[in-house]
């Protein structure tokens, strides 16, 4: 019975059956591969990212209400961490780079917490990064000649070593959110004294 | 006999039901708590977000928005699926039983305001008008707090 439900387990998340539906978890970013610049213009990558705890996650700037709010909580988040955060790596990944350039992403993140970076790449890096995270985004066209952009609006936690820690969903309150972050820079102070 | 029995009855249902359909809903509406985020020049879409409150006894249906700062302003309806994505739709009428309020907020309803026309500045208001489905309006100031803002206090 047991290696039935396991089997089942294994079928729905990673064989042949796992349904679209179901959110895979992301690659350790050791197993990713793609290039971007970041809001001050430098090349980075998913390998800039190993030796601090990280949290990543996917938006646009043209976005008037998920992704000020996701902005705006780990704002709060990083506020409430206080000197924790120090260390970590919080980056803001736009799906949308026709529109958000290396300049739109500096003048975006300057409006919220310090530490969050803005990073930016072609359509085709863009592609990489989010199939290494398992994030997905469309383009969907809006009235009057416009669009907006559906995409996966979960934050992504990463250790040290880029292994992958845990998601926080969409507006997670406060206080689920914060221990969670918490739990990754304690597991990091344990690994490396 | 009979025929005008019936046109009395019809006449009568006319007389009785013209206020309830046509002028008592959205008079009794309040808007509570409005505010909206800053933007980052004119391309940008923007939000805003209010409760608003039916203390009337019938209920009202916001129909549509006015505002001079939105070519495009509309009530969408942001959803955020089992898989994590996010995404947002025109929301249709909204209607609100009496004594019951809709919440207006981030990741649910909100005031969509596309082709900005004016800049969004932090400290300043605008008016927004709804619209409702007996022909009523109120027209609200709504504050503009800063980019970062997650609720009505800021
Ligand atoms: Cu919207």
């Known amino acids: 019975m047991l290696a039935l439900a396991l089997y089942i387990g ?62 705006s909580d780990i704002s709060g988040w990083l506020d409430d961490l206080g000197d924790g955060v120090a260390d970590m790596d919080v980056v803001f990944i736009t799906v949308d780079p026709e529109r958000d350039t290396v300049a739109a992403m500096a003048e975006y993140v300057s409006y919220f917490h310090p530490a969050i970076q803005g990073w930016s790449g072609t359509l085709s890096e863009t ?36 292994q992958f820690a845990g998601t926080i969903d969409y507006h997670e309150p406060r206080e689920f959110a914060v221990p969670k972050i918490r739990r990754v820079l304690t597991r990091t102070e344990e690994e490396t004294s | 006999m009979k025929p005008s029995i019936t046109a009395a009855v019809i006449a009568s249902c006319l007389f009785i039901g013209l206020p309830t359909t046509t002028v008592a809903d959205s008079e009794d509406v309040v808007v509570e708590n409005a505010w909206a985020r800053a933007s980052i020049g004119v391309n940008r879409p923007g939000a805003a977000y209010m409760t608003i409150r039916n203390n009337g006894t019938d209920s009202a249906t916001l129909v549509g928005l006015e505002t001079p700062l939105s070519m495009m302003p509309d009530i969408h309806e ?37 082709r900005p026309q004016i800049k969004m500045v932090e400290g300043e208001t605008f008016p927004l008008t709804l619209n409702f489905a007996d022909g009523g309006t109120l027209t609200v100031d709504v504050p503009i707090l800063g980019i970062s803002a997650r609720g009505p206090e800021g």
């Open chain 1, 10 to 71: 294994w079928w729905q998340v990673d064989g042949p059956g796992a349904p679209e539906l179901v959110a895979q978890r992301p690659l350790p970013l050791t197993q990713m591969e793609f290039r971007m610049t970041d809001q001050v213009g430098s090349m980075v990558g998913p390998t800039t990212l190993l030796g601090n705890p990280s949290i990543v996650f996917f938006g646009f700037t043209y976005c008037p209400d998920v992704c000020p709010t996701t902005l």
């Open chain 1, 127 to 162: 592609a990489r990064a989010a199939a290494g995270f398992r994030a997905s985004y469309e383009k969907v066209a809006t009235e009057g000649d416009d669009y907006t952009m559906n995409h996966t609006a979960s934050v992504f936690l990463f250790d040290s070593e880029g």
């Open chain 2, 78 to 114: 942001t959803k955020t699926d089992a898989n994590g994505v996010s995404s947002m739709a025109p929301a249709g009428d909204i209607m609100i039983p009496p004594g019951e309020s809709v919440s207006l907020e981030p990741g649910g309803l909100h005031a969509m305001l596309m």
